[in-house]
Nanobody, 124 residues
């Protein structure tokens, strides 16, 4: 079992920045595991934002956030971060971190473990 807890959400004006954090516990995670960030806007389905692999590997982003969002990790702390810059109102939603026993997937159904989510609201 893997427990995931997100934090860092809040209200920000368009053009602003937020950094989300996700701490993982319960199992030693290695390079066979991928960590993904997803978001869900009100009334819409879950959308892939980006992913990163534990231990090594470059992050991968959805086209909609490329160049504005950055995913990083701290292996020593079992932490994954999502730095969001130049935020737009359409980024509003609940942001989830998730863990998959698949290093390179962006399919939400492959992510077995999910955090409770953190709300991000971007005002115009």
């Amino acid at each position: 079992q893997v427990q995931l807890v997100e934090s860092g959400g809040g209200l920000v004006q368009a053009g602003g920045s937020l950094r989300l954090s996700c701490v993982a516990s319960g199992r030693t995670l290695n390079s066979n595991y991928g960590m993904g960030w997803f978001r869900q806007a009100p009334g819409k389905g879950r959308e892939f934002v980006g992913r990163i692999t534990w231990t090594y590997g470059a992050p991968y982003y959805a086209d909609s956030v490329k160049g504005r969002f950055t995913i990083s990790r701290d292996d020593s702390k079992n932490m994954v971060y999502l730095q969001m810059n130049s935020l737009k109102p359409e980024a509003t939603g609940v942001y989830y971190c998730a863990c998959a026993a698949d290093r390179n997937t962006y399919f939400d159904w492959k992510y077995v473990y999910w955090g409770q989510g953190t709300q991000v609201t971007v005002s115009s």
